[in-house]
């Protein structure tokens, strides 16, 4: 856990909390264990003590690789989330890489070079080419420290064999994204995190002085790790902390195999990682630079979405928002995943318009989109799923219940919006009210605009049988 403080327009730490809970260990058959649940809740429980001083906007939690892969992952967050007294966002693989990357750009010289930077964590390897502060190739592979560990140093017995074994397995893992890198190309080399912090801290200890990290270094600390029978063993190596034993056998392997198969010289190390990531993306929101926002609108770029008719829709939904936020109790996040759902709302049509609504459901959902988490994400796809035709109950019924309500009030707000893409841009939107309380909805039109306007009240009235069948009442 990462506090900070803004100081003229910086971050600067105030408190760094960590626990070696490594959940990933904790997986079994692709479930979380109950003791590895329990382990990290205590973690957090003790967390949760500093951030109840904090204000509600001012935290973001979010989780990587294991709970990406966890079956069970929904009910570990959902524990999390009560312990903390804030929501857990499980990211993507690339979205972990992007605000890593933005972590460890605010830690280095800022010019126009090129940058890989490589961060290996427990469960995954995040590698990213970017300049300055932007992201440009983002990639996750399945390789980490201790999943590699699990799988090629059982009891933390280190064997020769095993480690080639670990070292080929990642080496193959790299290929799949070697062309695309090299092609691209970088001036420099950045390592983040854990095992390359680790592997850099190993090498100052030895020489007295702070260094980068060579592939002659690298070839020099195998032959010396593979000295050793056990990973108990390490514990003579001087400068490696007695928590990175364990897994440092495997990290170092696939250090070794992403030298080798990017063609690494030389690498430097920074203490930027995902924390300060999060943090600057945190920061950039309160100032309103939501990274979010260009997410979307290089979506809307991609799929030549008509600017006209989402605009439309999305000034009658924040009125619409504005109305009942109060009544439906939503808050300001809820407005934000509303807006960006009518700009999107039309995106299907860039591949046919029979269920150009599932369309951009696909779309969304298989997006890389920076910025979002993969519930906001979810949350985007349904509401832009449910924004015509039948009422998607079956899709809402899938959600937790508070969440199910939640997204439900969107979607109404949604397609009462839809409603009125065809009034004349030139005569306006009608100022017209809308109360809202439960499952009931009421819309009050200044006298005679209805009549003036024949296909509104029609599709209206289809809505409103639409809006029967979800339990909903909608009165005009």
Not at 70 to 78: G, L, P, Q, R
Not at 383 to 401: D, E, M, Y
Request: with cysteine.
């Amino acid at each position: 856990m990462l506090v900070t403080r803004v100081n003229q327009g910086e971050l600067r730490p105030v408190e760094a909390l960590g626990e070696h809970v490594q959940l990933a260990a904790g997986l079994h058959k692709g479930r979380l264990t109950a003791e590895s649940m329990t382990r990290g809740l205590h973690c957090l429980t003790q967390f949760s003590q500093a951030l109840a001083v904090l204000k509600p906007d001012a935290v973001r939690v979010v989780a990587t690789n294991t709970l990406r892969a966890a079956k069970n992952a929904a009910e570990f967050t959902a524990r999390a989330s009560t312990t903390l007294g804030y929501p857990v966002e499980v990211i993507s693989g690339r979205e972990e890489a992007r605000l890593i990357y933005l972590g460890v750009a605010h830690t280095l010289a800022d010019d126009d070079r090129a940058r890989l930077m490589i961060d290996i964590g427990g469960g995954s390897t995040e590698v990213v080419i970017g300049k300055r502060f932007k992201a440009r190739l983002t990639e996750s592979l399945h390789m980490g420290c201790v999943s590699w560990r699990e799988q090629f140093f059982p009891n933390g017995h280190i064997k020769r064999k095993a480690f080639e074994r670990a070292y080929q397995a990642a080496y193959l893992e790299v290929l799949n994204i070697r062309k695309a890198y090299r092609r691209r190309g970088w001036d420099n080399v950045v390592g983040s995190s854990g095992t390359l912090n680790a592997i850099a801290d190993v090498l100052t200890a030895q020489s007295g002085e702070k260094r980068e990290i060579t592939r002659a270094d690298l070839e020099q600390l195998k032959v010396r790790v593979l000295g050793f029978n056990n990973v108990d063993e390490l514990a003579t190596i001087k400068g490696l902390k007695e928590r990175r034993r364990s897994v440092f056998p495997g990290g170092l392997a696939i250090c070794c195999a992403l030298f080798d198969a990017l063609e690494i010289d030389l690498m430097i190390t920074s203490r930027g990682a995902l924390r300060e990531g999060v943090a600057y993306e945190l920061l950039g929101r309160l100032a309103h630079e939501d990274v979010r926002e260009r997410t979307v609108n290089a979506m809307m770029e991609r799929s030549h979405v008509d600017i006209d008719n989402a605009e439309r829709v999305e000034e009658v939904a924040a009125h619409l928002f504005k109305e009942i936020q109060k009544s439906w109790q939503l808050s300001d996040a809820d407005g934000d995943l509303l807006s960006w759902a009518a700009r999107l709302h039309e995106i299907g049509l860039s591949i046919a318009h029979s269920q150009f609504h599932k369309h951009g459901q696909y779309l969304i959902n298989n997006a890389d989109l920076p910025g979002f988490s993969l519930i906001e994400q979810q949350a985007l796809g349904i509401l832009v799923r449910g924004h015509r035709r039948k009422f998607p109950v079956s899709v809402f019924n899938g959600l937790p219940p508070g969440e199910r309500l939640r997204l439900e009030r969107l979607c109404v707000l949604l397609r009462l919006a839809v409603l009125f893409k065809y009034v004349e841009s030139a005569e306006g939107m009608p100022r017209f009210n809308m109360k809202a309380r439960s499952y009931r909805c009421d819309l009050d039109f200044p006298a005679q605009w209805l009549s003036r306007h024949p296909l509104t009240e029609a599709q209206l009235r289809i809505e409103q049988n639409y809006l029967r069948k979800a339990n909903y009442q909608l009165q005009f």
